[in-house]
């Protein structure tokens, strides 16, 4: 009787094949922001077949300021998300179980760019100054940066005031702070917009200052990853990914188009686009996707070192996993 189930269970099995096996299998990613340059690779992949190419139908999801991209996760509206490490470990620490599982953007594009006539020209010349910092995670890397300069952000002739910037470039146009947090990709071009010239600024990286902090990643939950099929279904999605940003790197403004035609917004603007996207291909380049573990390191170092109130309270276990690059890329 056994037998009989069994051999009844593959005739139907191999009744439906036919329909079954064309269906490709789904991947919804959730973006941290809305659609532009910054998520180029994706587009490409899914604009270029390289998902198709891989058995997969992939759904990509803008975000936005009222999305956050760890909640869309935990619910159940997407199987990956991209998010910045200080977020995601945020997020791992305080109960909600994301791994990295591929790290494509291997360099920061943060930045703090300044108006030159403030007299500012090191970290030290910040003391009496105000300064626009992004929050909701973002602001780990500079108080950290500023613990390890011991400066403080209470503000007065010692410390810096620290502004809560919007994601604009209008305090530091308006004169309301002498510095601004500022990408690379992005805000800094902004800036530039506005009518001011490179010549009136100064900008610091936080990669060169040795606090930057991993932007970007893959992540997914890591119970979804105990799924042999949810991990098959990860190693083609990352391959394919990858495959889209080495296109974008290599194709700058090819895959500016691409992501023009991918915004139903319309609120991107083509030079914007390919500027933001010449920034971008410095930042991915030197990744295949894998994320290596200095970099993983220097990220969690940065953020226990951030004074009093730290982004993680202890080393994290378990935060990424090689497994799924390991498979992609060889």
Same mark, same amino acid.
């Given at each position: 009787m056994q037998q009989f189930i069994k051999g009844t269970a593959l005739a139907a099995a191999m009744a439906m094949g036919a329909g079954a096996a064309t269906a490709a299998d789904e991947v919804k990613l959730q973006l941290q922001w809305v659609t532009q340059a910054q998520f180029a690779g994706y587009y490409v992949a899914l604009e270029k077949g390289f998902y198709e190419e891989e058995d997969l139908d992939v759904t990509i999801l803008p975000g936005g300021p009222d999305i956050a991209p760890p909640q869309v996760l935990a619910g159940g509206g997407a199987d990956a998300m991209l998010n910045w490490m200080p977020s995601a470990l945020a997020a791992r620490e305080k109960g909600l179980p994301v791994v990295n599982i591929a790290q494509p953007f291997k360099s920061s594009g943060l930045m703090l760019t300044c108006w030159k006539d403030t007299g500012i020209e090191g970290p030290q010349d910040f003391k009496g100054k105000t300064i626009g910092v992004w929050f909701f995670g973002n602001e780990y890397p500079f108080l950290s940066w500023m613990s390890q300069e011991g400066i403080s952000t209470d503000g007065g002739d010692d410390g810096v005031t620290v502004l809560k910037q919007g994601f604009n470039v209008d305090p530091l146009i308006q004169r309301q702070?002498?510095?601004?947090?500022?990408?690379?990709?992005? *805000?800094?071009?902004?800036? !530039?917009?506005?009518? /001011? +010239?490179? %010549?009136?600024? /100064? #900008?610091?990286?936080? *990669? %060169? &200052?040795?606090?930057? #902090? !991993?932007?970007?990643?893959?992540? /997914? !939950?890591? *119970?979804?990853?105990? @799924?042999p099929e949810f991990k098959d279904k990860m190693v083609r999605f /990352?391959?394919? +990914?990858?495959?889209?940003?080495?296109?974008?790197?290599?194709?700058? @403004?090819? $895959?500016?188009?691409?992501?023009?035609?991918? %915004?139903?917004?319309? $609120?991107? #603007?083509?030079?914007?686009?390919?500027?933001? &996207?010449?920034?971008?291909?410095?930042l991915t380049a030197g990744s295949n996707g894998a994320l290596a573990e200095e970099d993983f390191q220097r990220t969690v170092d940065t953020l226990l070192a951030g004074g009093s109130d730290p982004v993680i309270t202890k080393q994290p276990e378990g935060a990424w996993t090689s497994e799924i690059t390991d498979e992609a890329l060889n």
């Open positions: 702070a002498d510095c601004i947090s500022t990408m690379t990709y992005n *805000e800094y071009g902004q800036v !530039l917009d506005a009518g /001011v +010239s490179e %010549d009136e600024l /100064v #900008t610091f990286k936080y *990669e %060169d &200052m040795g606090v930057a #902090t !991993l932007e970007d990643g893959i992540y /997914v !939950l890591e *119970e979804n990853l105990e @799924d /990352v391959r394919a +990914s990858m495959k889209g940003w080495k296109y974008a790197e290599e194709n700058p @403004d090819e $895959a500016a188009e691409i992501v023009l035609e991918n %915004d139903e917004t319309g $609120a991107q #603007t083509e030079a914007h686009q390919k500027r933001m &996207m010449g920034e971008i291909a410095k």
